[in-house]
């Protein structure tokens, strides 16, 4: 019989993907569950919301990205729970056995106690919620040109899009491009240009991580863009076909949410001790308290540094977290008396922060240095295609983004699946209706307001 330590994976985003890759080569067995067949690069889901890219250009299969790694099985699963006294992960059909396990489940979205709002504002955190977004965006002109076709004038457009966030400020600067550039040739009836989108933000200013003078910048660039900025301004109710703020009532014929994550509800089966944001609190080697054969990376870990304050939820904490897991479980399977190979505390290296807010408009902070514009926004790309994993997609991406920088071209606007808009109604002799049926989850979210 083989005394094999086998290692569980859960999750291959950045933060499993590259614990994986760093156990890769060592003396044990690893196990990689995760839901997809595929790791997604999250950074580009807002160019595959907005038309620039494919769906597959920023998706890769996990199993061919680990294809090298005779040690590394991949499977395909939804795990449920974890039974901590056993070492035993379960998946919804299955119960993996471990001997260290590392969970990098991630997050998704929070609407802060108001689920029902989800359907009439999707956010955007996965390939499904990109394209689910696409559809929505590109509907909404199709049916604004259908109806103003038919003789009920120009139809007004307005896209709102809830959160200041680096996801909200990117969604609303491209939106604002589409509109005024990548589609203004191509209706006869409606003219893109006049859609308005607003961005809500309820902090006192967008991109509340980045320093005063960078948020200042990136509303500026908003603005030049043509997006109406709202700070410190909440919503208080999302419907189909409105947001409200307070008492005012503010139509919108997409509603787009950016404004809350919450940890995967894989922290609640590993403690009941999960932070307001559903974060897993760990020690300083990432361990689970009262198990150091457990860890928690990533989005889903609440991990502080040396000041208290709390590692932001990007992907180069996930990176370096899998990096730092995976050299101490080497570590001490190569040491033969376990207890010997003391581990030193997690410690993050902040390389610095990028966000993108659309074409040639970018905010760049590096330590003391802050870049605005197209020197940012260059930065931005740079880092982001030479990260993105695969050399086919990184040139396909790169080929197509040169490609509508020059053009204004966005290549990918399929419409695919339903085409239900919620809120959206159009006259027929004199009656509203709607202007098709909802998908079932939407009738049934509905009649449960
Ligand atoms: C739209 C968007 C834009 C972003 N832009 C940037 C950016 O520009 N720069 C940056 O640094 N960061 C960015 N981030 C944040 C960054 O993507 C995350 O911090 C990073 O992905 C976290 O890595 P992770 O490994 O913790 O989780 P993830 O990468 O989210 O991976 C989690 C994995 O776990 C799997 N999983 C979840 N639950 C289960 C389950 N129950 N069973 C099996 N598998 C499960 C998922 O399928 C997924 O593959 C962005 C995030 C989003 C959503």
Do not use: C
Request: aromatic share 8%; no cysteine; glycine share 10%.
């Amino acid at each position: 019989m083989s005394d094999e330590k086998r290692v569980v994976i859960v999750g291959a985003g950045f933060g499993g993907l590259t614990a994986a890759q760093a156990l890769g080569s060592g003396p044990v067995r690893i196990t990689v569950i995760d839901r997809k067949n595929f790791h997604t690069f999250q950074p580009l889901l807002y160019q595959v919301a907005t038309a620039g890219i494919s769906p597959a250009e920023i998706a890769a299969p996990i199993r061919s990205i680990l294809r090298s790694h005779k040690n590394i099985e991949v499977l395909m699963g939804d795990v449920i729970a974890f039974d901590l006294e056993q070492r035993i992960v379960e998946t919804t059909d299955s119960r993996v056995p471990y001997d260290y396990l590392i969970v990098a489940a991630g997050a998704g979205h929070s609407y802060f106690g108001h689920d029902e709002w989800e359907v009439f504002a999707p956010g955007l955190k996965t390939i499904e919620d990109a394209l689910e977004i696409r559809r929505r965006v590109l509907l909404a002109f199709e049916l604004a040109e259908r109806q103003a076709a038919s003789g009920e004038g120009d139809v007004p457009l307005n896209f709102v899009v809830v959160g200041g966030g680096p996801t909200g400020v990117e969604l609303a600067g491209t939106l604002a491009e589409i509109s005024r550039h990548a589609l203004t040739h191509e209706f006869r009836s409606i003219d893109p240009a006049r859609t308005h989108i607003l961005l809500i933000e309820g902090g006192p200013r967008v991109l509340p991580s980045y320093t005063e003078d960078l948020s200042r910048s990136a509303e500026e660039q908003l603005k030049h863009l043509g997006v109406e900025v709202r700070t410190s301004t909440m919503v208080t109710r999302v419907e189909a076909g409105a947001v409200d703020i307070g008492q005012t009532r503010v139509p919108a014929t997409v509603v787009l949410w950016a404004a809350g994550v919450a940890a995967s509800p894989l922290g609640k089966k590993l403690t009941d001790s999960v932070d307001r944001a559903g974060r897993v609190p760990v020690l300083g080697d990432l361990a689970l308290p009262g198990h150091p054969e457990v860890f928690i990376i990533g989005d889903l870990a609440a991990t502080k540094d040396e000041n208290g304050k709390l590692l932001p939820g990007v992907a180069p904490v996930a990176i370096q977290q899998g990096k730092y897991v995976a050299k101490i479980i080497r570590a001490e399977l190569e040491d033969t008396s376990p207890g010997k190979t003391p581990r030193k505390a997690f410690h993050y290296w902040d390389k610095g922060s990028l966000a993108t807010i659309g074409r040639a408009a970018a905010v760049a902070q590096f330590g003391k240095i802050h870049i605005s514009g197209y020197i940012a926004w260059l930065s931005w790309l740079f880092v982001h295609i030479l990260f993105l994993i695969g050399f086919r997609n990184r040139l396909l991406v790169l080929i197509q983004w040169a490609w509508s920088y020059l053009t204004y071209e966005r290549g990918a606007r399929l419409i695919t699946g339903s085409t239900y808009l919620p809120g959206w109604t159009e006259p027929d002799n004199g009656k509203i209706v709607t202007n098709a049926q909802p998908r079932s989850q939407e009738i049934s979210s509905s009649t449960h307001k």
